[in-house]
């Protein structure tokens, strides 16, 4: 179940979040049976904006990269999870092999120690492999909380891949492989890599993870009875495009209208008074070029920015997505919950703040910063036939219902990514 949670967000619930609250039976129901059917990723973190008339993800990673900011209350709902997914995967598992990212800076470095914490309360041998070439023997690294890591030399024997003197059953992959596949990770059949090397930016897509969250939508909607829209924002593409070439802008320009025309029609139907906006953003390892369009001519200038500057090159795609505003607020700033969780289970999250941001802007930027969320009292908790009111709603309940969906979808995503699929057919 979902952690019940002491969030930034007050007042009431609205409609949406009141027809999730009464639906909890049959919304548990319907993951259980998602989850016969299909394998969940090993860890998944999904951004969540609520903008009070929706609530939608934004972003979905499946190799997180925060875990040092789930508060000391979520991580027995870590290593509960951890558990589960190991004993699932590898049952006679006791050594882990750990990789992070190739230059891991000091964030990605206390990520990566709170994981080995968690897997280690697990009862995993947990080591850390480096794919840096420059690492050529035991390195230790000193981490701002006074702890130290250290990183090892991977070593290759021919279809395995461990440490000096450690055999791993799991290997677990905390980075993205942004640049590609090290070769040292090709061809690795004996042990269980995860995630699978199909889950890495060399070839996933946001625009294959927007269909697959739509199919999941609709029928989650159709379960409750409801618009799928209210959870799942519109998009559009123009597949693959070359910015030197001006058709780019063009077709960029005319489906960006396209979308805004039927974002209108919505706001119209609801009677929301608001100005809708796209989100565009590059398909690929330039993940990080993401841009809110209030006017479709500002379309032209960011394809000449794209075009002049070095991240051109890193992707050829682009997604056009329905923009989300976020009325939630932190410390006076505009913030979005983000939600963490291992195998299919929710163990906690942060919200993401960003003072100099608005609410129809990304806050995954320079200068944003997180608010751990803390576990709420266990007296909060509603008690079993309560009247309505007896007890805070669980608002985080919400999030990780969503969040959940877009781990449904990132199921989806891996399925048809899979290159050996064919070999359970």
Request: proline share 7%; net charge negative; with cysteine.
């Amino acid at each position: 179940m979902v952690p019940h949670l002491i969030t930034a967000l007050s007042g009431p619930i609205n409609e949406l979040e009141q027809r999730i609250l009464e639906s909890l039976p049959a919304i548990e129901r319907w993951f259980r049976l998602e989850w016969m059917e299909h394998t969940p990723a090993f860890y998944t973190s999904v951004d969540v904006r609520n903008a009070g008339f929706k609530l939608a993800p934004v972003d979905t990673s499946l190799f997180p990269g925060c875990f040092q900011l789930l508060t000391d209350d979520m991580l027995p709902l870590a290593v509960q999870a951890a558990m589960a997914a190991i004993e699932k995967i590898c049952p006679e598992a006791k050594n882990l092999l750990l990789i992070p990212e190739r230059s891991a800076d000091t964030d990605a470095l206390m990520n990566v120690a709170q994981l080995t914490r968690i897997f280690h309360q697990a009862g995993m041998n947990v080591r850390l492999g480096s794919i840096d070439e420059t690492i050529a023997g035991p390195t230790p690294v000193e981490l701002p909380d006074g702890t130290t890591l250290t990183l090892e030399p991977l070593v290759r024997t021919r279809g395995r891949l461990g440490l000096k003197h450690f055999d791993p059953c799991t290997i677990l992959l905390n980075t993205q492989l942004a640049g590609g596949v090290p070769k040292v990770l090709e061809g690795i059949h004996e042990q269980y890599l995860l995630p699978p090397l199909h889950a890495g930016w060399t070839m996933r897509r946001r625009n294959q993870h927007v269909h697959a969250y739509e199919e999941v939508a609709k029928k989650f909607a159709k379960l409750l009875g409801m618009d799928p829209w209210l959870i799942n924002p519109m998009h559009a593409s123009c597949g693959e495009v070359d910015f030197a070439d001006d058709a780019a802008a063009d077709c960029l320009m005319t489906n960006s209208e396209a979308l805004l025309a039927k974002v209108r029609r919505k706001y119209k139907e609801y009677g929301i008074q608001e100005k809708p906006f796209v989100i565009v953003k590059a398909d690929g390892p330039a993940g990080s070029a993401v841009h809110t369009v209030r006017d479709v001519k500002e379309i032209g200038e960011l394809c000449r920015q794209w075009r002049d500057g070095s991240t051109a090159s890193q992707f050829r795609e682009v997604l056009l997505q329905e923009g989300v505003p976020t009325y939630e607020r932190v410390n006076d700033a505009a913030a979005e919950p983000v939600v963490y969780m291992i195998d299919r289970y929710v163990v906690g999250g942060f919200y993401r703040i960003h003072p100099e941001r608005g609410p129809d802007e990304s806050l995954n930027a320079p200068g944003c910063s997180y608010v751990p969320l803390a576990l709420a009292e266990s007296g909060q908790f509603p008690k079993l036939g309560a009247k309505q009111g007896a007890a805070p709603p669980n608002r985080f309940y919400m999030y990780g219902v969503i969040a959940r969906l877009a781990m449904v979808a990132a199921a989806y995503e891996l399925e048809a990514n899979d290159p050996d699929a064919e070999v359970y057919e």
